[in-house]
């Protein structure tokens, strides 16, 4: 090692550190210079001020139709999944017979991530006339609209994540196959049910992982697009109208470039917020013990 | 004992079932491509009464100018460069983390890991304005270039914390032989990389295979479609009509993921948990 140049291991790195620069910490750094502009592919630009985030706040009643669907499919969708994938991931690890089929079939969904095959998919599916309806037709129920109502079409889309709960689900199990088994023994011989045994041992020690779930898929579920773009292009009323799509139509649908991107850090301010805030709480509830 | 046999009976068929309704639209996907128009809102099950082809043949042939063919030539095109790309930028940039010391290495490592975190939304429009600017729209740069850049930090880390997993005996004993340290990486540390690579590979198609946005935004001209965007144009002008067509194609699209996943599903499941990624 002695011999090696220090500067090796910069000659290693390179492609990303080109990469970071010119494609994300440039780009970061122009779209908030362009936040302040009135920035239009076409034409010429004028540097606006906070104009841009004085509309967006207060004139724009598509920002906080946007914002507030946006945060209610963040806060159905991401428990959801993360509950559900940790559910199974409990049940799984009991050591039964065939958790390698079972964990290979739950998988299924997640490797389809956000095909445009599977929104295709859940439009047929949950359709007025579609086959969710028509199996619930077959046990005398007549089912609701699922896409056409306003007050569920946001609720059927966010099934789609939900379904795909898979990465989560193989997180979680690596994660408690590493929680050494003494531990459960020893509060089984405390004569500990599984209830407390599930709060006491299991989420304390499986905290971390959940906690980093809960970031990147909060992350990730605030710049949803595909689904609600091909089920229902954001209706009906707007209703599915989430901040992914109203940043494509501002962009690239209408070319107001300067005011996408004030959105866009409007969302980027939101999201670290929110962040910074779990962070914080993390303290509170997420135990970084030997496991790790 | 009785007791415990019973539970056990129940959470299998809870998990049974469970699986069942999970893959069931898939199912249903497949069988409904075989369906007539009529019988796709009738008949609820998976198995055609009077199965039909004509979903795949009409379909793949498509509308316009241009036959599925093309649009799974293209999106093979732009997926088998950025995934290389993607596997090449990630080893040489694992092995750099992992194995060297270099000024600054801990504050880039940070912020590399910092940019896991990083919203895609809030670089999209100076990264459109800057590949228009070089020409790039309505070709495959915009994925390929930011692979060989190695822009998507999780591939990185992925390969670091794979690297972190070798005895450093092996990368010494190389150098002491007289090994340069990109021979050694490439003659000793890589072949034992397997299990990293394929998730790598496997992951970075999966991704690039079923994008929709980036498609979206850089490709414009049929000609250059992807498979995701030839499947929302048969949606646009067919869907109101040939219910079939468009459910065929769409298994067409999730063929080659599905086989994928199942050929290397054991590496599949390592690698997400070696990293402890993904979101």
């Known amino acids: 090692m002695r011999s090696r140049s220090r500067y090796v291991g910069l000659v290693y790195i390179l492609p990303w550190l080109v990469g970071f620069l010119v494609l994300q910490l440039y780009p970061l750094v122009c779209s908030l210079a362009y936040s302040f502009t009135d920035f239009k592919l076409l034409g010429t630009t004028r540097w606006v001020g906070l104009k841009n985030y004085a509309d967006i706040f207060t004139r724009d009643p598509l920002f906080w139709k946007s914002l507030g669907r946006t945060t209610v499919y963040v806060v159905i969708a991401v428990p959801l999944k993360l509950a559900f994938a940790l559910f199974i991931s409990v049940v799984l690890s009991g050591n039964i017979k065939g958790i390698n089929a079972f964990r290979t079939m739950y998988y299924v969904p997640s490797i389809m991530g956000g095909s445009i095959a599977i929104a295709v998919l859940w439009r047929f599916l949950f359709m007025k006339e579609g086959v969710v309806n028509q199996i619930l037709s077959l046990v005398g129920i007549s089912g609701p609209n699922w896409l056409g109502d306003p007050s569920l079409a946001l609720f059927t889309i966010s099934l789609v994540t939900v379904w795909q709960f898979g990465s989560s689900m193989v997180l979680f199990l690596a994660g408690l196959k590493q929680i050494p088994p003494s531990l459960y023994e020893a509060a089984r011989i405390d004569g500990a049910g599984r209830a407390r045994i599930f709060l006491r041992i299991t989420m304390p020690m499986l905290s971390p992982i959940v906690f980093f779930n809960l970031i990147m898929q909060t992350i990730n579920a605030f710049q949803e697009f595909t689904a609600a773009f091909v089920i229902t292009q954001g209706g009906p009323l707007k209703s599915t109208y989430l901040y992914g799509l109203m940043l494509y139509d501002k962009g690239f649908r209408f070319f107001q470039m300067g005011y996408a991107s004030a959105l866009s850090w409007a969302l980027f301010a939101i999201i670290l917020v929110l962040t910074l805030l779990s962070f914080k709480s993390s303290e509170s509830w997420v135990h970084y013990g030997d496991a790790q | 004992m009785k007791r415990r046999t019973a539970s056990l009976a129940v959470k299998y068929l809870g998990l049974s079932l469970l699986a069942l309704f999970m893959l069931y639209p898939l199912f249903w996907m497949v069988g409904a491509s075989f369906k007539t128009n009529e019988e796709f809102f009738t008949n609820p099950g998976v198995f055609p009464l009077r199965p039909v082809f004509d979903g795949f043949a009409d379909g793949w042939r498509g509308s316009g100018q241009f036959t599925f063919t093309r649009f799974f030539?293209?999106?093979?095109?732009?997926?088998?460069?950025?995934?290389?790309?993607?596997?090449?930028?990630?080893?040489?940039?694992?092995?750099?983390?992992?194995?060297?010391?270099?000024?600054?290495?801990?504050?880039?490592?940070?912020?590399?890991?910092?940019?896991?975190?990083?919203?895609?939304?809030?670089?999209?429009?100076?990264?459109?304005?800057?590949?228009?600017?070089?020409?790039?729209?309505?070709?495959?740069?915009?994925?390929?270039?930011?692979?060989?850049?190695?822009?998507?930090?999780?591939?990185?880390?992925?390969?670091?914390?794979?690297?972190?997993?070798?005895?450093?005996?092996?990368?010494?004993?190389?150098?002491?032989?007289?090994?340069?340290?990109?021979?050694?990486?490439?003659?000793?540390?890589?072949?034992?990389?397997?299990?990293?690579?394929?998730?790598?590979?496997?992951?970075?198609?999966?991704?690039?295979?079923?994008?929709?946005?980036?498609?979206?935004?850089?490709?414009?001209?049929?000609?250059?479609?992807?498979?995701?965007?030839?499947?929302?144009?048969?949606?646009?002008?067919?869907?109101?009509?040939?219910?079939?067509?468009?459910?065929?194609?769409?298994?067409?699209?999730?063929?080659?993921?599905?086989?994928?996943?199942?050929?290397?599903?054991?590496?599949?499941?390592?690698?997400?948990?070696?990293?402890?990624?993904?979101?």
């Open chain 2, 73 to 279: 030539a293209n999106t093979v095109a732009l997926v088998i460069p950025t995934v290389f790309f993607t596997l090449a930028s990630s080893v040489l940039v694992g092995y750099g983390f992992a194995r060297f010391d270099f000024p600054l290495k801990k504050p880039l490592f940070s912020m590399m890991i910092a940019t896991l975190m990083l919203p895609g939304t809030v670089v999209v429009i100076p990264r459109y304005i800057l590949f228009k600017n070089l020409g790039w729209l309505d070709t495959y740069w915009p994925f390929i270039a930011p692979s060989i850049l190695g822009v998507n930090a999780f591939f990185n880390f992925m390969m670091v914390q794979f690297f972190r997993g070798l005895p450093r005996e092996l990368d010494e004993s190389a150098i002491l032989d007289g090994c340069g340290s990109f021979t050694t990486l490439t003659r000793i540390l890589l072949p034992l990389c397997k299990p990293a690579i394929f998730s790598v590979v496997i992951f970075q198609f999966l991704w690039t295979w079923n994008d929709f946005f980036n498609s979206l935004l850089f490709i414009n001209s049929v000609k250059k479609y992807t498979l995701a965007l030839g499947l929302r144009m048969a949606i646009d002008i067919s869907a109101q009509v040939n219910w079939n067509q468009v459910m065929a194609m769409s298994v067409v699209t999730l063929i080659p993921p599905v086989i994928l996943f199942f050929a290397a599903q054991k590496y599949f499941v390592e690698g997400i948990a070696t990293t402890g990624l993904k979101g």
